[in-house]
């Protein structure tokens, strides 16, 4: 029996932009997915009722790492277990780590010496497959943990930063949500292109604020982040309200993480006022908890 683990994570700055090839900043939080997987007759999912056969509708991401595995590999009878802390649908980066520490345990249990690269490239092809479109963010820093620079997989290291999560609990599927900024990159591809090169730059000057530690002007930028993702349709009046009552509260800065629609936003705050957010966020109707950053990748946890 063999267990791994890997990261959910948060944009700070660039989601969607970054799809379009343009800079994005993501960071492993201390939320994990832990896959435990063990021989089996067939390929199997561990469910509430017992193990069933894997269902490519059910589990597209495990699906397609299996089918990955046959590419290179005697996939022989395997029982997979997920458990896993990290929201669903809610743009803290579910998929990915659900697929990355799916594919470390089948690579420890059919002993194929994937490297961290080789995990990481999988990840993002599966995703990729999955939704349709997928930069390689989610998995990228589900691998590697700590803070990231995509798409120049830049590891930048490790910021030790408390955030407030707030979650509206409506589910958005990231594919539907991408699609639809497609769709609208299509009919004004000089405006959103535009856009998309404004969030690049916020990525690129919040890279060097988050460095100096002038969480400050961290928020102002997340904050401005904010009004560009609600200028590209993926905001929602649940989001919006969330985000008001954080910075009303006392957020230096705060906005959706992930594709949007619903799911996630955050708040950057300082110490002091990290359970005043949090209260304010319930408050106006979501579900809010504090999460920390976190350097762990994908690891094994037992064999
Ligand atoms: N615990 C889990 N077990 C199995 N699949 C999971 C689990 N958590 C997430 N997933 C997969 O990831 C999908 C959600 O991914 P996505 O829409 O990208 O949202 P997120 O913002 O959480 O990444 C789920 O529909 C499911 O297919
Ligand atoms: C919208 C996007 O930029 C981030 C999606 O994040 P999540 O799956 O909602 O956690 C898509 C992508 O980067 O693949
Ligand atoms: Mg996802």
Redesign the pocket.
Known sequence: MITSSAPGKIFLFGEHAVVYGKTAIACAIDLR?HVTVEEAPTVQMKGPGGSVDLNPRK????YSVVEKFKGFTDVTGVNID?H?D?P?????????A?TIATIKALDAYYGTNLTLEDIAHMGHQVESEV?GRASPT?TFVSTFGGMVQIPDRKKLGFYDMLIVIGNTGKFS???KIVSNVAALKERHPIVIGQIMDTISAISETGIEFIQEGDFHTVGELMNINQGLLDSIGVGSKELSELVYASRKAGALGSKIT??GGG?CMIALCEHKNLSRVAHAIKRAGGDSFICRTSHVGVRIESK
């Open positions: 997915a589990h597209p991401y495990i997920i896993s990290i669903v649908g809610s743009g803290l980066g579910s998929s990915a659900v939704q989610d599927s990231t594919r992930g594709a799911g």
